[in-house]
């Protein structure tokens, strides 16, 4: 077949490009094992027992040219307490490095930055304290585990690296690389089973392009995860865990669609990142009028938390205020949030905005007696009640007219999570259509907007 | 208790106003005397073998003073031919009236007018032709069930009628009285069964007040009837039929309704006819503004068929253009049919009549790979294809943005029933709010409309 020669072409095409060169994998190399001494070497000096190791992509010859994320664990006995690996584990990083700044995810490290030995290339550092655990489903916390990750790959990825790139770039082009909440997609460790899984990349998507709603991968055969993910992909190292559990369903959906469109149609395009300007005020003042629906922003100050935490909250937001609006009886056509200048926002594009007064509240069925009573003795003396459908009802006002109206005055009766509600506490605005500021990164979020939906 | 009292002192007065008195039943004897013997006379000379009988609420005394309904059946042996039957029947039925027409139920019969011996009231009888059958299960016609009806009954009603009369009061001001499918409500003969299984009008009303959906009377206890409906009074004549399938839902929750609601308040107001103005075409306008909705109607000539013909069709017309507005994505809050003055009527009130343009079509799931290929087979090289929600989805134009286009150009795509689809197809209306034309009946029409709703 001559789509399988154009794959191929087009695959080591890409290799050449992104494939670190044997220089650029000697000055990480050496950077890295630098770090790894200057901490050794300060535990030594200050009497903490502890000791760094590499993993991750740099670890492992996994990472794409020009995505270098050096991770360092700096290790602590299990019986060390909590408070003393943090405080050390913190210590320990900060003492080697010029420049860093304290992060936090599901615990807190240090990101650091530091020069090759040329002092040419600066290069990124994460340093995480975590605890040698004996066994990785006996964790004391979620970073435990990446050391055994680290060990499970490093012993059988050799000879797959190319294929790794390969996946990590194509899924990096359709934005659904990472599983960070934001983006909910495929990890680099995902994506080196996935390999290991299949074997290749094209074969990988040659089996991609049949998965279905469910689709189960467990390498050492013997996982007892039972949730119900689109993905489910049994981690070796601890058989209760899907490391898939982060994909969602569009990522999934996205993946499989690609997979299926590549091989019918290979294209360099694939592997080149999409570029598009941000759209600007007037031309979005443009396609809603072309669309005839209302777009309504609620626009609030971004909560201080990290996106882990914020886009949860956002995701549920839109889904319970989404909830709201059709509860209402009002339709909405689209949704997405977004976090840009320090603010949030969440848009909801409707299809219908606006309805009459008029409503109609429906009551018990007519065979119910003791609810039936209840009912007139509420409505008779001011509704006319009627029957409809086998059921008591009667007419009555529609407290909200319009979206706006009813998200200015119920938007705190949402589930908006603890964050979101607060920061939307303390002061919000509503806009719709044309009133939409175009403040920093909303263009490329309506870019995106409009070419997702 | 008070209320009882106040029920036996109001259905007194009722049944003194209601009862015809010995005069006047005295009358409606000899008339149906005399047209019984003329037929049979008539029938001798004719050499026809068949012979008159009385039936109904004459028959049995349980007519509603100055609702005098005669109805006299023409008893032809099983084995004549049907033709036969109504030939000779008609002929024999137009033979003995001055003043008649020829009426068409299931069968053709003749609806004619006769005075009393003073020549000083009018009277109009039913003269229809039916078999003398040996078993009320082994019908060749659905009016040789009457007769059998006819024995059971005055084989057993007698001390009794007051109540009937009181019932058939009752259903008739709360419009539920008469088996039509113009109405779908109570007739006269399941009257006549509730009452003998009751034992009186209060004791039905107190259990009518506690009916449920599917509410099953078997006065023989041998019924075999398995449909579904409302309420199922098994008929004792025919253990196979249910003598109240016509009864509406509305119809039976209705009953139920005021039934609770006399004996709570018993007024004599049930006892009375309901009196309404019919609606202005200003006070329709009025209203109609004052709601905020759209009424359109579909106004076109009435099919010259039968009502329990025609009501059928135009119910489910009416259903059948009400799933097509909403699959469209229009809001329907109600909906009602009427026929006047030779004009048929379908009405909408729409809560949402307008759209935007824009329309979401979802395709197949992405990982339905054959279903996937033929849905960017047909949309591929015109729209952009997303992923919404795990399906494949494009954004098409909507073909109609408003309700009045939508009908006017689909209405027969919907199921009409023959004669209904026949009349349309000739042509029709579709109006909107104050297009709408107040034509002789849309009044009342209307005053109905918003009183039920």
Partial sequence: MKEEAEIKRICDEVIERIRPDDAERARVKAVTTRIINMINQKALELGIEAHAVSVGSTARNTWVHGETDIDIFIMFPE???????????????????????????????????FYDSEGRTEYEADLVPCFAVKDASALKSAVDRTPFHNGYIMERIHGLEDDVLL????????????????RKG????LCELLILNYSSFVELLLNASRWRYGERIDLEGKGKYKGEDPLIVIDPVDRNRNVAAAVSDYSFCRFIDAAREFLAQPQMSFFLPRVADPMSAEEFVKRVKRRGTEFV????????????????????????????????????????????????????ELLLWSLPRLKKHTGPPVTSKYHSE?????????HPIFIDDGRYAVEVERRYTDVVSLLKNELMSCSLGKDVSESIGRGCEVLRNEEIRFVAGIGYFFRCYFRGI
Same sequence: chains 1, 2.
């Fill in 167 to 182: 996946l990590k770039l194509f899924m990096m082009c359709l934005d659904i690389y990472g599983s960070e909440l934001r």
């Fill in 374 to 382: 209840q009912f007139k003795d509420i409505y008779a003396s001011t």
């Fill in 79 to 113: 019986d060390v307490p909590e408070e003393d690996l943090k405080d050390n584990g913190l210590a320990l990083a900060k003492s080697i490095s010029d420049r860093y700044e304290e992060r936090y995810a599901s615990h807190p490290y240090i990101h650091a930055y």
């Fill in 186 to 189: 495929f990890s680099g460790y």
């Fill in 297 to 348: 922003m609620v626009l609030f100050e971004a909560p201080e938390v990290v996106e882990d935490i914020l886009f949860p909250q956002l995701r549920k937001a839109e889904l319970s205020i989404t909830d709201m609006i059709e509860r209402d009886g009002f339709k909405v056509y689209g949704s997405d949030v977004a976090v840009e200048g320090g603010k949030a926002f969440l848009l909801f």
